[in-house]
């Protein structure tokens, strides 16, 4: 039989591991934030994933933006990407990149969205001058989704669990 002084030791030294482990991303939580710079009158859809979470489709008027939060993993590999359609154009970009934007932005990663492509909030200029290419090809298997919510952009036309932007 194992002695009560070895369980106890072992717990300890785990606690001890998940407060120093804890400590090394004191506030975890990343913020991207994602803004229709497209024009006046250009509604832009988008529709972002992690391989574990959807985020779904939402849609935003100019100037509105969609943000979202997160705990990167303790491994550094936590990616998001998302597609972009607008009227004839669709592209998808990789929105969050652990061993990119860890240290270009490390609490909030914000980005407007032109048709040229992404631009990241600069935290030292506080200016959007870190834009980005869109990703190569389009993503496979990915259709219009709901054309008259895409329109219309009001709450008659969103499908269910999807929020108007601010």
């Not at 369980?7 to 407060?19: G, H, I």
């Not at 870190?130 to 009001?154: F, H």
Request: proline share 2%.
């Amino acid at each position: 039989m194992v002695p009560f002084s070895k369980y106890l030791f072992s717990f300890v030294m785990l606690a001890f591991l998940v407060c120093f482990c804890d400590g090394l991303y004191p506030d975890k939580r990343t913020t991207v934030r994602i803004i229709n710079e497209l024009g006046d009158g250009i509604d832009l859809n988008h529709h972002c994933k992690s391989k574990d979470d959807d985020l779904g489709i939402h849609v935003l008027a100019a100037h509105q933006y969609f943000e979202f939060s997160f705990m990167p993993n303790f491994w550094g590999t936590t990616l998001f990407f998302c597609r972009f359609w607008w009227g004839n154009d669709d592209h998808w970009f990789n929105i969050y990149v652990m061993s990119r934007d860890r240290d270009r932005c490390t609490k909030q990663c914000w980005w407007t969205v032109n048709s040229f492509g992404p631009c990241l909030l600069d935290g030292r200029l506080q200016k959007y001058t870190l834009c980005e290419k869109w990703n190569g090809k389009k993503l496979q298997g990915s259709g219009k989704g709901n054309s008259t919510a895409r329109i219309y952009n009001d709450y008659e036309y969103l499908e269910a669990g999807e929020k108007k932007g601010k």
